[in-house]
C-alpha cells in the first residue's frame, strides 16, 4: 500500500511543481494558489514549487519503503 501512497505523492508533487513553473491558470491550482495568496502574497509559486519538490522525496521515500 505504501507504493500507492508514494506514486500517489510524486504525481502529485510534479503536478505542483509544473504548475508552479509555468503559473498555469487550470482550476484546481488557481483555487489552490488564490487561498495561498492570503499568506504568502507574491511567492505563492515558489511555495508551490518548494511543496512539490517535497512530495516528490517524500513520494520516494515511501515507495522504496523507508518509511
Do not use: Q
Not at 505504501?2 to 508552479?20: K, L
Not at 491558470?25 to 509559486?45: A, Q
Amino acid at each position: 500500500m505504501n507504493n500507492v501512497y508514494g506514486f500517489i505523492m510524486v504525481f502529485i508533487g510534479i503536478f505542483f511543481i509544473v504548475s508552479a513553473f509555468m503559473e498555469t491558470e487550470f482550476i484546481v491550482y488557481r483555487i489552490m494558489t488564490s487561498r495561498s495568496k492570503l499568506l504568502w502574497k507574491h511567492n505563492v509559486h515558489h511555495f508551490y514549487k518548494v511543496v512539490g519538490i517535497i512530495l516528490v522525496v517524500l513520494g520516494f521515500l515511501f515507495i522504496f519503503d523507508v518509511f
